[in-house]
């Protein structure tokens, strides 16, 4: 009997009562039990295989990276929002830098044109990351809408060290997503990348052509 057989037979034979789901640990999608330090090597690793660039700061210095990053990247026009702490610091931070902060929290419609033609780079706090895929989790909101991550050309992206988790699994879990799953939840693996035209990777095409993280320890690492 083949696993659609099996499926079928067992809807026929419960028409009339509520299906059973199998017992499992989940020990396929959870309990790596890697340490805080896997978990960083993990990430980077994964992250930086699919063109991501991964740059370690610290709570107390990040926005001075950011500032050189910007610098580095010609970032004349940044977008980011205005209530979230990662936003309140880096607008503190870059007052004086000569580049000049977007606004993202307005109406998509209001500031459309300007999203597509004249912002250099998007940057947006995240909620954790994944070690096991090297991804970032973003719940936008409309302080750091999702175009922010989306359409600009840098995506540059603040993550704090200690919200890495295992798994997909583990997030889902730590964070109560089967109570109160949310409705625009982002997973971001690395740059936009297509293969479309005549099989050639080409990024940036659907959207940012870099990723840039910037990972926040709390304290010097030894």
């Known amino acids: 009997m083949s696993a659609r057989e099996g499926i079928l037979k067992r809807l026929r034979e419960r028409a009339d009562g509520a299906l059973t789901a199998p017992q499992s640990d989940f020990g396929v999608v959870t309990g790596r039990g890697w340490s805080a330090e896997e978990r960083l090597q993990r990430f980077e690793r994964w992250i930086s295989s699919v063109h991501g660039e991964v740059i370690h700061t610290y709570r107390g210095s990040w926005t001075a990276d950011l500032a050189k990053l910007l610098q580095a990247k010609g970032v004349l026009r940044l977008a980011l929002g205005r209530e979230h702490p990662v ?17 993202a929290d307005r109406d998509v419609e209001a500031w459309q044109q300007e999203q597509f033609e004249s912002t250099d780079a998007g940057l947006t706090s995240t ?22 991550s989306l359409v600009p050309p840098i995506h540059i992206a603040v993550l704090d060290a200690e919200t890495l988790e295992d798994t997909f699994f583990d997030v889902i879990e730590a964070h109560g997503w089967a109570g109160s799953m949310p409705t625009n939840a982002l997973l971001i693996s690395g740059p936009s990348k297509t293969a479309d035209i005549e099989q050639t990777l080409a990024y940036g095409v659907h959207g940012p052509r870099e990723l840039i993280v910037l990972l926040r320890h709390a304290e010097e690492r030894s």
């Open 87 to 103: 936003a309140a610091e880096a607008r503190a931070a870059l007052a004086d830098t000569g580049v000049t902060l977007v606004d």
């Open 127 to 148: 909620r954790g990351g994944i070690a096991e895929t090297g991804s970032l989790w973003l719940w936008p909101t409309p302080d750091e809408p999702r175009l922010l």
